[in-house]
Every structure is written in structure tokens, then in C-alpha cells.
């Protein structure tokens, strides 16, 4: 999985760069066939902090979770509960998909 954090409007630091890999990594590490994630922190009139996450992964999986509020860190923590929903509301639906006959069914099936 490949992490890229971004910010606009702001400068980088090692704190929000380490806590926001340190959340996706831990959020997303049931979905292995995550490929890419796109964090990109901003600062919106040195008020509202951003935290936008961009998930890309196989079979044209996409999602992307963007929060808003006073604290940075609470944004970025947000905004990745929110992709996590998104990526597992999109595992779930496939799965679901996917139904499996048992020998009981089957056998009132042929019947």
C-alpha cells in the first residue's frame, strides 16, 4: 500500500505526517487489496483544517472521505473512519452478491 501525504497551505510536519500513515495503515489493514492513499491535509483561512483521504484499489474500487474542523488531527481521524465505511460498505455489497446453497436448499431445489 502506497501512502502519500500532501498539504496545502501549510507546512509538513514529522507529527501529522506519522499520525496520519500511523491511522491509515491501522484503518485500512483489513482491505488487502488496497493500492494507493492520498492524504491531503489543508488550512482554510488559518481556521478550518481539512483532512481529505483518496483511496484507490483493484477492480476500480474508489473512495474518498473528506472532513472539516478546528483540530487537524480530529479531521484526519474522521475523514479515514469515513473512507473505512465506504470501503467496507463496497466489500459488503459484493459479498452479499455471492450466495451459497446449502445441501438442504439444494436438495429442495432438484425436488
Same mark, same amino acid.
Given at each position: 500500500?502506497?501512502?502519500?501525504?500532501?498539504?496545502?497551505?501549510?507546512?509538513?510536519?514529522?507529527?501529522?505526517?506519522?499520525?496520519?500513515?500511523?491511522?491509515?495503515?491501522?484503518?485500512?489493514?483489513?482491505?488487502? =487489496?488496497?493500492?494507493?492513499?492520498?492524504?491531503?491535509?489543508?488550512?482554510?483561512?488559518?481556521?478550518?483544517?481539512?483532512?481529505?483521504?483518496?483511496?484507490?484499489?483493484?477492480?476500480?474500487?474508489?473512495?474518498?472521505?473528506?472532513?472539516?474542523?478546528?483540530?487537524?488531527?480530529?479531521?484526519?481521524?474522521?475523514?479515514?473512519?469515513?473512507?473505512?465505511?465506504?470501503?467496507?460498505?463496497?466489500?459488503? =455489497?459484493?459479498?452479499?452478491?455471492?450466495?451459497?446453497?446449502?445441501?438442504?436448499?439444494?436438495?429442495?431445489?432438484?425436488?
Amino acid at each position: 500500500m502506497n501512502i502519500t501525504v500532501t498539504c496545502r497551505h501549510m507546512d509538513m510536519t514529522e507529527a501529522l505526517r506519522e499520525h496520519a500513515t500511523a491511522r491509515v495503515k491501522e484503518s485500512l489493514a483489513e482491505f488487502p =487489496r488496497v493500492e494507493d492513499v492520498h492524504v491531503i491535509l489543508e488550512v482554510q483561512r488559518k481556521i478550518n483544517h481539512v483532512a481529505e483521504v483518496v483511496v484507490r484499489a483493484k477492480n476500480h474500487v474508489h473512495a474518498e472521505g473528506t472532513h472539516t474542523s478546528k483540530d487537524m488531527y480530529a479531521s484526519i481521524d474522521e475523514a479515514i473512519v469515513k473512507v473505512h465505511r465506504q470501503l467496507r460498505r463496497s466489500r459488503d =455489497r459484493v459479498q452479499d452478491h455471492k450466495h451459497s446453497i446449502g445441501l438442504g436448499e439444494a436438495e429442495a431445489q432438484l425436488a
